[in-house]
């Protein structure tokens, strides 16, 4: 008998077939795909690339009628199984995770039989004094190459997540599968006294982790640098967390060549175990994430209300640290304020190392523009770099934002860039955060309206100039004025993929510097969508 998520899929393709809107064509094609629910997410299994391509082109349609079956909106993946069970829905019921993921029978390792190790918080926490920055080595010469490089690598913040690897390239084991961005390292990093803990912790982690047979080159290291394990480290969106990820996985290559160490973000790990789930290639997942010495997971709160990832991650957790590897986990919030983990988890991450990151003090984001300026070859006065600092105090993307405005401006009016150039462009662009909530869905409406265009329009597949233009102002905009990850932003434009909007954000920074026709949308927009947002519901 077919399974809810089954039933429910049918009942979707019923609305579909009588309203119309995909053909009968493509909705025969459709009823040969099998599905699964994995946490939520509704995993499509088609048999061939053209399956894919029918659903990726009809995303909004799909989603619409599978929000009428379910009463909800529902999340769904795409992955191709070649197999014959593929092509046919009833050949099989999909895997459940409950068979999949069964609790071992043995005891668990609980914390309370860990290594107890001293609180943070506390003056018996040593952390080793941090070696000076022009002593970190720079990053390993001839390193794998990026699929797209960053825009902005200042202040610690990370702004592009690696595409998700392909099924044959995640069966990888070696060191170069370990994806990290050999821009962001300890040098790179902007340290001030609002990450000064969470970087001499980042930095001890890179010395000696965990207490893996690594042969230490300094034998004097201090055994509580092995202690830190995990580390917690905890902060507000764009504060310098991912960068030191992948700051700790350069380092520790560097120190250790061979050393196996991956980083992922938690979006990452959750696509990767939906895709092994509905491919049946579990045991090449495990082995992906239990055989490193270091794992460096990202952004860990997205990973609560799972219930199925965070059990195959619960293991996982207990292996590497049974195993006594490294383990460094980033969240927006502390462990015990973490929402939809169980306690079991949230204990582990409390035996290592939490340390947190604030938001950058005023002579911090002076010396995150100042870096910024210079790799952008611009020699900016010291006032203008003050004053963007002193207006912008929150989020070092909207900062770094600030100074993109100003110096587009100056190019295209061929004028030099002096505080009253500054206070002129950045007018109707900065106000109190405290009084502004900007979403996508509010970016979304506002970008529409200003191009009389509809919010379905940014959503749909069309590759006309004029609608990929607007597509890519809006995806610019979600980028710089929220929080969104590169991921969640393609989510909302019709489920895209998350390079389309790193080449969205690339296509409107240039264009700003070189149109003023494009500067003046962005500009003109920003200042309506921080206007609405201010404005209180009538």
């Given at each position: 008998m077919p399974d809810q998520a089954t039933m429910k899929w049918e009942a979707a393709l019923e609305l579909l077939a009588a309203s119309g809107e995909l053909g009968p064509g493509k909705v025969s094609v459709l009823r040969m795909t099998r599905v699964i629910d994995v946490d939520g997410v509704l995993v499509l299994v088609v048999g061939f690339a053209f399956a894919r391509t029918i659903i990726d082109l009809n995303r909004p349609?799909?989603?619409?009628?599978?929000?009428?079956?379910?009463?909800?909106?529902?999340?769904?993946?795409?992955?191709?199984?070649?197999?014959?069970?593929?092509?046919?829905?009833?050949s099989r019921p999909g895997p459940t995770l409950r068979q999949s993921f069964a609790r071992p029978t043995g005891p668990v390792p609980t914390p309370t039989s860990l290594p107890q190790q001293p609180s943070p918080m506390t003056p018996a926490t040593p952390v080793t004094p941090v070696t000076p920055l022009a002593a970190v080595p720079s990053p390993v010469p001839g390193a794998e190459p990026l699929t797209a490089?960053?825009?902005?690598?200042?202040?610690?913040?990370?702004?592009?997540?690696?595409?998700?690897?392909?099924?044959?390239?995640?069966?990888s084991l070696n060191p170069d599968a370990s994806r990290l961005n050999p821009r962001y390292t300890f040098d790179t990093y902007v340290q001030g006294a609002s990450n000064r803990l969470a970087r001499a912790a980042a930095f001890a982690v890179a010395e000696a982790p965990a207490r893996a047979n690594l042969n230490p080159l300094d034998l004097s290291l201090d055994d509580n640098q092995r202690a830190y394990n995990p580390l917690f480290i905890y902060g507000g969106s764009g504060l310098g967390k991912t960068h030191l990820l992948h700051a700790i996985g350069n380092y520790a290559r560097k120190l250790y060549p061979g050393i196996r160490v991956k980083y992922v973000s938690s979006e990452e790990f959750v696509s990767d175990f939906i895709a092994s789930v509905a491919d049946g290639h579990m045991d090449s997942f495990k082995d992906r994430y239990r055989k490193v010495d270091i794992l460096l997971l990202d952004d860990v709160q997205f990973l609560g209300g799972k219930e199925q990832t965070l059990e195959e991650f619960f293991h996982t957790f207990n292996a590497l640290y049974m195993e006594d590897k490294q383990i460094v986990l980033t969240s927006d919030q502390p462990p015990h304020e973490l929402k939809g983990f169980e306690e079991r988890l949230i204990s582990r991450f409390v035996v290592g190392l939490t340390t947190d990151v604030q938001p950058p003090d005023l002579e911090t984001r002076t010396a995150i523009l100042s870096r910024k300026a210079r790799a952008d070859g611009l020699d900016l006065p010291m006032d203008v770099l003050e004053y963007i600092a002193t207006r912008v105090t929150t989020n070092i993307r909207e900062l770094e934002g600030a100074l993109i405005r100003v110096s587009a401006f100056a190019s295209l009016n061929k004028q030099p860039i002096d505080r009253t150039l500054a206070e002129m462009v950045l007018k109707d662009i900065i106000s109190d955060p405290a009084g502004e909530e900007i979403t996508s869905a509010l970016i979304m409406a506002q970008t529409a309206d200003y191009f009389g265009m509809t919010i379905d329009d940014l959503c749909n597949e069309s590759r006309k100039k004029t609608f990929v233009h607007v597509r890519h102002v809006a995806m610019y905009l979600c980028r710089e004025l929220t929080d969104l990850s590169l991921p969640q932003i393609g989510r909302e434009f019709g489920g895209r993929d998350h390079t389309t909007v790193m080449s969205a954000n690339r296509k409107i920074r240039k264009q700003m510097a070189e149109r003023r026709s494009t500067f003046n949308e962005v500009t003109e927009l920003t200042s309506r969508i921080k206007q609405a947002a201010q404005t209180p519901p009538r």
């Open positions: 349609a799909i989603s619409r009628a599978l929000a009428q079956v379910w009463g909800r909106d529902v999340a769904f993946e795409v992955t191709i199984d070649t197999s014959a069970e593929a092509i046919s829905p009833r490089v960053p825009p902005s690598d200042y202040g610690g913040y990370l702004s592009t997540p690696q595409p998700t690897a392909s099924p044959e390239s995640r069966t």
